[in-house]
């Protein structure tokens, strides 16, 4: 089995595509272009564009570059015959629209992280779409009927945590026997409502301590707004920040913490309806996760209780309530990942769609 990947941005901090890529290196060779990572996995072969240093250029210089790594990106394509091409991101409208003209006999497997025009473009042009959120696979699949789809969540399989990652006794001697809540993610004060959640964090201090394991993609300006407002309310010694960590190993927090929290504005049809990934990261810890009461993840709390729970995002004291509803009456149950499938069984399932196709 032969698979080549395209992904402008680096799949390092997406478990599901590594874990995609881990095994389909064991059933065969696969080819991964980026413009960089720092990645390792045995039997893939890692082509960088360019070097670390990308995101740290002129924005002139970083829109150079992308060109370069698309023309690069288009030309390896015309070379391989008879591949599986996977993406796991909508490349760019050009690329989506040039992948129509040029794909001949490859197949092209999309992974789709959100439901949005981008990516119902991206995905006219494949033959397989990989969902991470049951919600959006039945939303694309409305869309898209005459595509195979499939539900791939966010769990991660046999889990292997490395020791150096643990950290339950830094995390265990900072909580100093408080409810351990943990934010992972974008830092965004305002689409996130970190500011929010802080200001519940100063009512509840004494009780409760806040983790947070920042997008290792996290823009100098919002961090320093975080880290205002830590100051102008003196939580300096209930708010943690741990390292971004390399996915699977940031599983390594997930695990000791007690609540996760992920709560953001929801302007469009994706943040309505669907969760957000890092729902089934907690969830096969047995944890609890907190999230905003919008209708799709209302259905969830209802279906999944004891799991979910969702607040008013707006609303520190409804956050608040929250915390102390999701601490009180959380379920020592992962019925919500249960429900997901065999991760071992999907592979075999994905694997045998392509060996249907043909492609070798």
Not at 12 to 18: K, M, N, R
Not at 142 to 157: L, W
Request: contains cysteine; charged residues 25%.
């Amino acid at each position: 089995m032969g698979i080549v990947v395209f992904s402008k941005r680096d799949i390092v901090t997406h478990p599901l595509s590594i874990s995609l890529l881990e095994n389909w290196s064991k059933e065969g060779h696969v080819d991964y272009f980026t413009i960089h990572t720092e990645l390792i996995i045995e039997n893939c072969s890692i082509h960088r564009i360019t070097n670390k240093k990308y995101l740290k250029h002129k924005r002139v210089k970083r829109y150079l570059m992308t060109i370069f790594f698309y023309f690069k990106m288009l030309y390896k394509i015309f070379l391989f015959k008879n591949k599986n091409i996977y993406v796991p991101f909508s490349n760019g409208v050009v690329v989506d629209k040039i992948l129509k003209y040029i794909k001949g006999n490859n197949l092209i497997i999309f992974h789709s992280f959100e439901y949005n025009e981008s990516n119902l473009r991206a995905s006219k042009t494949a033959d397989i779409i990989i969902h991470s959120e049951i919600t959006r696979l039945k939303l694309t699949s409305f869309k898209m009927p005459n595509k195979e789809h499939f539900y791939f969540p966010n769990v991660t399989g046999d889990i292997k945590l490395l020791k150096e990652y643990s950290n339950a006794d830094v995390l265990c001697k900072f909580a100093d026997g408080r409810i351990k809540l943990l934010y992972q993610g974008l830092i965004n004060v305002e689409k996130r409502c970190l500011k929010e959640i802080l200001e519940a964090l100063k009512e509840i201090e004494k009780s409760t301590c806040l983790i947070i394991m920042p997008a290792f993609f996290t823009h100098s300006t919002e961090l320093s707004k975080l880290k205002n407002i830590i100051k102008e309310l003196k939580l300096k010694d209930s708010v943690l920040f741990v390292p971004s960590i390399k996915s699977p190993d940031h599983l390594g927090i997930v695990e000791h913490i007690d609540i996760g929290i992920g709560l953001y504005k929801s302007n469009s049809i994706n943040q309505y309806f669907a969760a957000p990934n890092r729902l089934y990261e907690i969830n096969q810890f047995k944890k609890p996760l907190i999230l905003p009461d919008s209708v799709g993840l209302k259905l969830l709390e209802y279906e999944f209780k004891g799991e979910i729970f969702c607040c008013n995002p707006n609303s520190s004291s409804s956050i608040i309530s929250t915390i102390k509803r999701a601490n009180e009456n959380k379920t020592e149950t992962k019925m919500l990942t249960q429900k997901s499938g065999n991760f071992k069984n999907y592979f075999e399932e994905l694997n045998f769609i392509i060996e249907h196709f043909n492609i070798h």
